[in-house]
């Protein structure tokens, strides 16, 4: 295996090596029972500040790298854009040059435009980590589904894992396809053609398997992904009505017995129920959607932890 992850900033899964994921992914398993504790604190990070600068709204994401940085000691600061100078004109790099002469140690930031933490990494003396950039990646989010895979599953190599929905409009799918695929998964993805881009298979240096059938991605799957519909950012239809994409893509138990008996399911949320997945299935023993946002808090907790000079695990 390379070497782990020695970054200082985490811009998204494309570029980083098997090595430097499965640290990260160590690390945070080192940083879950904290979390356990009946006082979840610990020192880790004190005397850092983490700002958590989001231009998109979030629930998961924002409260957990808050909850990271806290329960590890650092000084967590958010910066509401509503009711920052941003609405007065000033721009994207000027308002981060404005945090970086603070002297924080780290800024988390979401926009959505794509390319936007690698902007401000370039001007940047804080460690930028991206928590959402447009249609780009959501490392955080591929990582934390990694750790629940890992958990259930004890292992990511040679599973088969589909990723069903909005494909196109996704930066979890595309975080989730690099880093699945670099630890030896198979991955399928399948959606309306409107909504699985035609040259989709190239993104990744393996094989990825593009359907149109929801059943063909499901049938014997370890791991079913369901993605949001993400009606935020799409411009013009690419399905006639939400019914009908419940009708053909939506995740039912019928539909989800196609997978393996131990299959689970997985959902980034927030979920639009009864569109792209059923409450029963969504409620369902088979669901691990709350693990999902439980590992997140860890999986913050590690990557605040190696952006500020912590060493990853490799073993
Ligand atoms: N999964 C996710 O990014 O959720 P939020 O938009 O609530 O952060």
């Known amino acids: 295996m390379d070497k782990p992850f020695r970054r200082r900033d985490l811009l998204g899964i494309r570029n980083l090596s098997a090595g430097e994921i499965v640290g990260i992914l160590n690390t945070a398993e080192n940083f879950r029972e904290i979390n356990q504790r009946e006082i979840k ?49 000033e721009t994207l790099v000027d308002t981060a040059m404005n945090l970086d002469a603070m002297q924080p140690d780290c800024i988390v930031v979401r926009h959505g435009s794509a390319g936007v933490p690698h902007q401000l990494a370039k001007v940047s003396k804080a460690a930028i980590v991206n928590a959402g950039d447009g249609a780009n990646e959501h490392p955080t989010q591929a990582l934390l589904d990694a750790m629940t895979i890992r958990e259930h599953k004890g292992k990511i190599d040679g599973l088969e894992v589909a990723i069903i929905g909005d494909i196109l409009h996704s930066r979890v799918a595309r975080s989730n396809i690099h880093l699945l695929t670099k630890l030896g998964a198979k991955v399928r993805v399948a959606g309306p053609k409107t909504l699985v881009p035609n040259d989709f298979a190239h993104l990744v240096e393996n094989d990825l398997q593009v359907s149109e059938h929801i059943e063909d991605a499901i049938d ?95 073993e």
């Open 41 to 89: 604190k610990v020192p880790t990070l004190r005397g850092k500040t983490v700002i958590n600068l989001f231009f998109e709204n979030s629930t998961r994401t924002r409260t957990s790298f808050e909850l990271a940085a806290k329960r590890l000691s650092a000084d967590a600061v958010n910066i509401s854009v509503s009711s920052s100078s941003v609405t007065k004109g």
């Open 220 to 314: 014997g799957a370890d791991v079913v992904m369901i993605l949001r519909i993400q009606k935020e950012r799409q411009d013009s239809a690419f399905f006639p009505t939400l019914r009908e994409y419940s009708i053909h893509y939506g995740l039912t138990n019928e539909r989800l017995d196609l997978a393996r008996k131990d299959a689970i399911v997985l959902h980034p949320g927030p979920m639009n129920r009864g569109i792209e997945i059923s409450s029963d299935v969504a409620d369902s023993s088979r669901s691990l959607i709350l693990d999902q946002v439980k590992y997140g808090v860890a999986v913050r907790m590690a990557v605040l932890y190696l952006a500020t000079g912590g060493t990853a695990i490799s």
